[in-house]
Nanobody, 128 residues
Framework: QVQLVESGGGSVQAGGSLRLSCAAS????????MGWFRQAPGKERVGVAVFDSEDGATSYAESVKGRFTISQDNARKTLYLQMDSLKPEDTATYYC?????????????????????WGKGTPITISS
């Protein structure tokens, strides 16, 4: 059974940085698509950044471009999200997701429609 466990969440002041990690386990072949999504209180879950492990292609939400960076370790077992210049509007629960896809679904399709496996999320609060 695929398991995704997020870590690194917390509370910081605006302008600060956080680094999220997502440890993946429970499958024989590493997924070829992983991403971060977030859900703010009272809002729908939306894509933040998605990473295609096959070619390194990425998709980012416009609101985080230039501030957030998604990356993955060489074993494709851990996904990271470096978050800099954090803003109060970044406050949300952040979820890691993963899956296996063909036909160019990753990263753009995965960003818009999601992936198959999800972590339980890690909350982040940015104070002004």
């Amino acid at each position: 059974q695929v398991q995704l466990v997020e870590s690194g969440g917390g509370s910081v002041q605006a302008g600060g940085s956080l680094r999220l990690s997502c440890a993946a386990s429970g499958y024989t072949y590493s997924s070829n698509c992983m991403g971060w999504f977030r859900q703010a209180p009272g809002k729908e879950r939306v894509g933040v950044a998605v990473f295609d492990s096959e070619d390194g292609a990425t998709s980012y939400a416009e609101s985080v471009k230039g501030r957030f960076t998604i990356s993955q370790d060489n074993a494709r077992k851990t996904l990271y999200l470096q978050m800099d210049s954090l803003k109060p509007e970044d406050t949300a629960t952040y979820y890691c997701a993963a899956g296996w896809y063909g036909d160019n679904y990753c990263p753009s399709g995965a960003f818009d429609y999601g992936l198959d496996y999800w972590g339980k999320g890690t909350p982040i609060t940015i104070s002004s």
